[in-house]
T-cell receptor, first 113, second 118 residues
């Protein structure tokens, strides 16, 4: 079963605009990660935020985490056509739990030039 | 760093046939994972190895599925008596953690093997 749910399922914006994707999850976590997947390809790790962190930045990416609401958001600023991809959040369980990542269903982002 | 590689990239087979996929992880990574992804869904965990030991298996991994990592390097995933429901992208990932076990479990994914069962 999938723990995370991304929202929206699909998002279409113009180049230069910001894109915000949300992720909700069900159980306590150790870390939350965001991955990008271009059509028919493997996943690329974007950013990891630990359960004791609230916000993290990497280039044009900003991730927030609210453990009380069991939710996270990914903001991509000044989007580019090359950002067109599906974005997934993935969680792993607290230390001592499973090593697996549990993914959501993803948000399909289209950035129009 | 050559990244995670998977072979073949595509496999078309008839129902009832056996198939085997190979994954070569990043060389210094001791952890290797298999996931399955169907259209419109996120990857779902199948199994995980630390070195050569298979430490966790999902309930998705029926008796027809078997995975090995004989020397703690490359891994194979075999599906016996394939069914149409096995059609999916099979993704392999690898990672490494510090000795203390702390640190994030960032996983590095291969390009996947797309299986089509006719």
């Amino acid at each position: 079963s999938q723990q995370g749910e991304e929202d929206p399922q699909a998002l279409s914006i113009q180049e230069g605009e910001n894109a915000t994707m949300n992720c909700s999850y069900k159980t306590s976590i150790n870390n939350l990660q965001w991955y990008r997947q271009n059509s028919g390809r493997g996943l690329v790790h974007l950013i990891l935020i630990r359960s004791n962190e609230r916000e993290k930045h990497s280039g044009r990416l900003r991730v927030t985490l609210d453990t009380s609401k069991k939710s996270s958001s990914l903001l991509i600023t000044a989007s580019r056509a090359a950002d067109t991809a599906s974005y997934f959040c993935a969680t792993d369980l607290p230390q001592g739990g499973s090593e697996k990542l549990v993914f959501g269903k993803g948000t399909k982002l289209t950035v129009n030039p | 760093d050559t990244g995670v590689s998977q072979n073949p990239r595509h496999k078309i087979t008839k129902r009832g046939q056996n198939v085997t996929f190979r994954c070569d992880p990043i060389s210094e990574h001791n952890r290797l994972y298999w996931y399955r992804q169907t259209l419109g869904q996120g990857p779902e965990f199948l199994t995980y190895f630390q070195n050569e030991a298979q430490l966790e298996k999902s309930r998705l991994l029926s008796d027809r599925f078997s995975a090995e990592r004989p020397k703690g390097s490359f891994s194979t995933l075999e599906i016996q008596r394939t069914e149409q429901g096995d059609s999916a992208m099979y993704l392999c990932a690898s990672s490494t953690r510090g000795i203390s076990g702390r640190g994030g479990n960032e996983q590095f994914f291969g390009p996947g093997t797309r299986l089509t069962v006719l």
